[in-house]
């Protein structure tokens, strides 16, 4: 058909095709046996999935609440990520907030991380 419901004049398109007249031969199952093998497949693929990982993970730190030394605000962190924020900023836990004070204070005294770090204390106090 044309795009305005015309017949295309001098088509080589008939109704009647190539292949089989013939209706495909009918399923002896019903659609819903179908869905729940092609559900239980799914369920023990993803199960294995589940299963690989866990065996690939690490093994869970566990987190403990650190309290901001500027602002007092406390997250749950593991110790490792604990530790890792004391030694960039000289021995102190500080939260995210803080530390992105302390950075651009950082750039505008002009490298004195010690000088940042008492300055946004002082500015922060609790």
Known sequence: MAPN??????SNYS??????????????????SLKRTVSDISYE??????D??????????EVEN???????????CTPEYIDRVRDKFLGKWICGLC?????E????NGGDKEEALNT???ACVV
Do not use: W, Y
């Open 52 to 61: 690989q990982d866990l065996k690939s993970l690490p093994p869970i730190s």
């Open 120 to 122: 946004h204390i002082s």
């Open 15 to 32: 109704r009647t095709n190539n292949f089989s007249k013939s209706k495909p031969p009918k399923l002896s199952f019903s659609s819903d």
């Open 105 to 108: 204070e950082v750039e505008k």
């Open 45 to 50: 693929l993803s199960k294995e999935a589940v």
């Open 99 to 103: 530390s992105e004070a302390v950075k």
């Open 66 to 76: 650190a309290k901001c030394e500027c602002c007092g605000m406390s997250e749950e």
């Open 5 to 10: 419901g015309e017949t295309i004049v001098g």
